[in-house]
């Protein structure tokens, strides 16, 4: 029986910092729930002088990535470096070395899942990447052990902390999207690059990852619908409040009908509902099962600690599974690997939804009539309608919300409408979440 387990850890960023320092701290607690001694033996990065706040015993820190793959007292390498190709060739060549790998990289697996899930399976050696969706939230485990009687049948929530403190502070203080996001970066909030946080990238990434476990297919990341919060004004934050909604980047995966609906996109939810609370930094999914029915998990989606905490839980259940003799006891990607199946991804366009519509008009008679006119030629009936004042002559703001349409409709009567002379800015579309009235 082993009388230890041994970790090695490649990056010793931010995350790997509060890893380190999870598992030096909680060594004690972490050893009655094993029942070993978790020992970090070896950390790997390019930089192993600058203080980290952490106090590593003499000869655990090394340059030299193949000190932790080579050495045959580490059972489980935690993969930190982030990015692709390297990340990628770390993980697969741990595998193949025959070690239990956990990851918190959600861009890798959402691109190269398959071929590092395949890989895990063919070398019966456990994959763990608690930490690659909702920071210390533990959806992963959620879907593969916690709801694994379930039919999934759908996934919303806020997967992305940089872009719901942005909404959150628009909301709140009524700024601007630029604005906020000075304040972000300032705070550390968000990078001095915000790309993959506000254009939707990193939400895509998470919630490719979680449809995959939630209905056993294998997803391509390129499909999902994936559109940011750069256009979000403080007009539309506004109308949403009067309305009874508020706007939230949502990650979005339903099964309807033999196919996956999946895509990310800011969304008006209910003011009351548990999402639309939901403030600053944190995360939190809404999970639907057939026969647990809702399930919502809220949390710190990022952060130093809370990341570090979902990677040591990984080595926690990996290190069980050892002592046991049981790796390969969960399947990596939740179903048994030769149990999942293609499901086709449903077209952004054949998608149904309520919708809010922004209309910048010049105000003359007979321009309600023609936009109304050309949404009920599109199939698109009204739910309710907003103008706040008469300019005659200038341009107004009108406010739609329409009842269950499909986007294809929506999109061509929009294509239509922006033709109109009346028009004088591209028409504003946000996607609504609630019932229809």
């Known amino acids: 029986m082993k009388t230890r387990i041994g970790v090695g850890l490649i990056g010793f960023g931010t995350v790997g910092t509060g890893v380190a320092k999870v598992l030096f701290e909680n060594a004690a607690l972490i050893r009655r729930r094993v029942g070993v001694p978790v020992e970090l033996l070896r950390i790997a990065d390019l930089d192993i002088t600058r203080d980290r706040g952490v106090v590593v015993p003499p000869g655990v820190l090394t340059t030299d990535v193949k000190q932790v793959l080579a050495d045959p007292a580490i059972d489980i390498v935690i993969e930190l470096v982030g990015g692709y190709d390297f990340a990628k060739r770390v993980m697969l060549d741990a595998i193949a070395a025959g070690k239990h790998v956990v990851t918190a990289n959600k861009a890798l697996l959402a691109l190269h899942g398959e071929e590092i899930f395949a890989a895990a399976e063919s070398q019966h050696v456990d994959l763990g990447f608690e930490a690659s969706v909702g920071g210390g939230i533990p959806v992963i485990r959620a879907l593969t052990e916690g709801l694994a009687a379930n039919r999934i049948e759908s996934i919303y929530g806020i997967i ?19 604005a ?178 922004r209309f910048m008009v010049v105000d003359r ?38 009842h269950m349409a499909k986007e294809r409709d929506v999109q061509k009567a929009i294509r239509e409408i922006n033709r109109q002379a009346f028009i004088s800015e591209p028409v504003t579309l946000i996607r609504v979440e609630g019932k229809d009235e």
């Open 160 to 178: 992305n902390g940089t872009s719901n403190y942005i909404l959150s502070r628009m909301t709140r203080d009524g700024h601007s999207f630029e």
């Open 180 to 357: 906020v996001l000075k304040d972000a970066q300032q705070a550390g909030y968000a990078e001095a690059d915000p790309t993959f946080d506000v254009a939707g990238i990193d939400s895509a990434h998470k919630l490719a990852i979680l449809a995959n476990l939630a209905f056993g297919t294998p997803i391509n990341f390129k499909e999902i619908y994936t559109e940011g919060i750069t256009n979000i004004t403080e007009q539309d934050i506004a109308y949403a409040r009067e309305f009874g909604y508020t706007i939230k980047l949502l990650g979005i995966a339903k099964l309807n009908d033999g196919a996956v609906e999946a895509r990310v996109h800011p969304t008006m939810v209910p003011s009351d509902s548990p999402i639309a609370k939901v403030e600053g930094v944190y995360n939190a999914i809404h999970l639907v099962g057939d026969a647990v029915g809702d399930v919502i998990l809220h949390g710190r989606g990022a952060g130093s600690m809370p990341t570090g905490s979902a990677v040591v839980s990984d080595v926690i259940a990996i290190g069980r599974n050892l002592l046991k003799g049981a790796a390969g006891r969960v399947p990596p990607a939740s179903f048994q690997q030769d149990q999942r199946r293609p499901i086709q991804i449903k077209p952004m366009e054949e998608i149904s939804s309520l919708y809010y519509l």
């Open 365 to 402: 008679p007979g321009v309600l009539a023609q936009i109304a006119g050309e949404l009920g030629r599109c199939e698109i009936s009204i739910s309710s309608m907003l103008q706040q004042g008469r300019r005659e002559g200038q341009t107004v703001p009108v406010v739609i919300k329409t």
